[in-house]
């Protein structure tokens, strides 16, 4: 069950897609349990889905939690060749390319 979530301040909008209202309001309803079910509303505007407090989406797994993502490495590897530098060397393939002349062994 796949959705799109948009987070609004302390609110979440959850869209399914492929149709899996279903499952997602299943989803979301498990999450907020008994006491908190009345927290779990529908969305008409901007294509169908649900309104719901962020901690029932992320309870109901819809906000990966930032403790589960790889950490990103700020610093380069040292083999690493800047944008700039991969960029010239494809424009300079490129021009070879069209100013090399035919073979003339493989003319007919």
Do not use: Y
Request: charged fraction near 25%.
């Amino acid at each position: 069950m796949k959705a799109n979530t948009e987070i609004r301040g302390d609110i979440a909008i959850v869209r399914p897609l492929s149709g899996g209202h279903g499952q997602v309001a299943q989803a979301l309803l498990a999450a907020a349990g008994p006491d908190r079910v009345r927290q779990v509303r529908t969305v008409t505007t901007g294509g169908r889905g649900f309104q719901v407090p962020v901690e029932i989406a992320k309870a109901a797994g819809f906000i990966p939690d930032p403790a589960d993502e790889p950490a990103d490495d700020p610093a380069p590897a040292d083999d690493a060749v800047p944008a700039a530098e991969k960029t010239a060397r494809r424009s300079g393939a490129r021009s070879s390319r069209k100013t090399a002349s035919p073979d003339p062994a493989g003319a007919s």
